[in-house]
């Protein structure tokens, strides 16, 4: 363990690997008294651009689906579609509102 004394740091990083992988730095990292922590990644971590992106491509893709689905299984993924654009601009609406 480390000295109390010692400055502590503190650095951020996403690794990309095998789970395998993972799960070794994990050991060795513990193995080393190294703390760390898992970190989610959340919707709210995305820009409002990225959002907006996000918005204009799923409505793009149900517009192409409602066009070209020739199954009520496959017509149905233009409604899932149309779900999560209301789901991204209702996060987009409540960043608008923390900002005012």
């Known amino acids: 363990m480390e000295d109390s004394n010692e400055n502590l740091l503190t650095r951020v990083f996403t690794v990309t690997t095998t789970r395998e992988k993972i799960i070794a ?4 990292l513990n193995d ?11 919707a709210a971590d995305l820009c409002k651009t990225d ?3 996000i918005s204009n491509m799923l ?5 192409l689906i409602e066009q070209t ?3 009520p299984r496959e017509a149905d993924k233009a ?6 654009i209301k789901k991204i601009n209702k996060k987009l609406n409540n960043k608008k509102e923390e900002n005012v």
Do not use: C, H, P
């Open 59 to 63: 409505e793009y893709g149900a517009r």
């Open 69 to 71: 689905a020739s199954k």
């Open 25 to 28: 730095l994990s050991d060795y």
């Open 79 to 84: 409604r899932q579609f149309k779900n999560m």
């Open 51 to 53: 959002l907006n992106t």
């Open 32 to 42: 080393n008294d190294i703390d760390f922590d898992k970190v989610d990644m959340e």
